[in-house]
């Protein structure tokens, strides 16, 4: 009888278990997060610091692995800090996440999920909140939101272009002329370069608001074409298209 007994209980523990077990939620997918709270710098400042966690695929039964991208502007200040990290997600009990950095500096995040949002408190003020992308944002950009984008990058790209010639186009031309063009030639080549990189870095900004992965009140708030090309920390994705324009015109721009 009491065997019997010891084995009803265990196995009631087990079900139990099981059953906590299927009641996990799944972190799979993007999660945004913005961070609120932060002392404004003097010059610059209220901080915007923005990001997204991408949960790519499930390790273990409580843990994930996926890429974390912090993005780091001020309010009055041109240019952009970008971050990125590999990271091991993590949920405990009472739905604790906790995000696990590959990179060294990056501090865990300690999140309380609920109601299918993530908050995190870092004393001072600080807090986090975690919202999962494709739940957030299937709808997309509506209409009005598309018109603003549109509209904001019709006017940055020229002041973008002339930058970008102030830059880049003295020592294209002289690059060039190295190969053997003339100097209208070498001339020529250098602006058609410099647009293309133009037109590059505008599809680049397009396509991280479409995809989600740059908030669009983000850009819209951005201070010109600073807010696109700083080059003493380019964004990876504006470096690419550098990059591109380079391998295109078959001369270092750099």
């Not at 997600?89 to 060294?104: A, F, G, Q, S």
Request: aromatic letters at 6%.
């Amino acid at each position: 009888m009491k065997l019997s007994l010891i084995f009803a209980i265990l196995s009631s523990c087990l079900i139990s278990a099981a059953m906590a077990q299927d009641e996990l939620p799944d972190l799979l997918g993007q999660w945004d997060y913005v961070l609120e709270g932060q002392e404004a710098h003097p010059q610059c400042g209220e901080a915007i610091h923005v990001g997204a966690l991408v949960v790519e695929r499930k390790i273990a039964a409580r843990a994930w692995r996926g890429k974390a991208r912090g993005e780091q502007s001020y309010e009055k200040c041109p240019g952009m800090s970008v971050t990125e990290s590999a990271a091991t997600i993590r949920i405990k009990d009472d739905n604790l996440v906790t995000v696990d950095y590959d990179e060294d500096g990056w501090s865990m995040d300690r999140l309380r999920l609920v109601d299918g949002v993530m908050n995190g408190e870092y004393g001072n003020g600080v807090t986090s909140r975690w919202v999962w992308a494709d739940e957030e944002d299937d709808a997309g950009l509506s209409e009005d939101q598309m018109a603003e984008l549109e509209e904001f990058l019709g006017e940055v790209e020229p002041e973008l272009e002339s930058e970008l010639g102030k830059l880049f186009s003295e020592r294209l031309e002289e690059n060039l002329q190295k190969t053997g063009l003339n100097q209208s030639e070498s001339g020529q080549v250098a602006g058609l370069t410099v647009t293309r990189m133009t037109s590059c870095m505008i599809t680049a900004i397009r396509e991280s608001v479409l995809l989600y992965e740059m908030p669009l009140e983000q850009v819209l708030a951005g201070q010109g074409a600073a807010f696109i090309l700083d080059p003493q920390d380019p964004d990876p994705r504006i470096a690419e298209c550098i990059d591109a324009a380079e391998w295109n015109a078959g001369v270092r721009i750099r």
